[in-house]
């Protein structure tokens, strides 16, 4: 069993940034692929960024070059580096852990960018 919490979300105005962290505990987190995930009101939940337990890396088409998913295996601990922000960017970010068929979520930050 994996425990995930969320920090970060907030209210920013556009061309602003965040620093999102999702902070796991109740397992070996270093043996876990991590990603974001991101529900907009009215739309669907969708893939935001992904590492795997390696480090590699891979974003949506949407964040690319902008955002920078990362993660320190030493406190339990990744991060969502979020800079350019558009109010499209907008959403309650999630946090996910998944090995082989366990898969485990958090319980969601909320991001907001407007002016």
């Known amino acids: 069993q994996v425990q995930l919490v969320e920090s970060g979300g907030g209210l920013v105005q556009p061309g602003g940034s965040l620093r999102l962290s999702c902070t796991a505990s109740?397992?070996?987190?270093?043996?876990?692929?991590m990603a974001w995930y991101r529900q907009a009101p009215g739309k669907e939940r969708e893939l935001v960024a992904a590492?795997?337990?390696?480090?590699?890396?891979n974003y949506a088409d949407s964040v690319k070059g902008r955002f920078t998913i990362s993660r320190d295996n030493a406190n339990n601990t990744m991060y969502l580096q979020m800079n350019s922000l558009k109010p499209e960017d907008t959403a309650v970010y999630y946090c996910?852990?998944?090995?082989?068929?366990?898969?485990?979520w958090g319980q969601g930050t909320q991001v907001t960018v407007s002016s």
């Open positions: 996910n852990a998944n090995r082989t068929s366990l898969e485990y």
């Open positions: 590492i795997t337990i390696f480090g590699g890396t």
């Open positions: 109740g397992s070996v987190f270093s043996l876990y692929a």
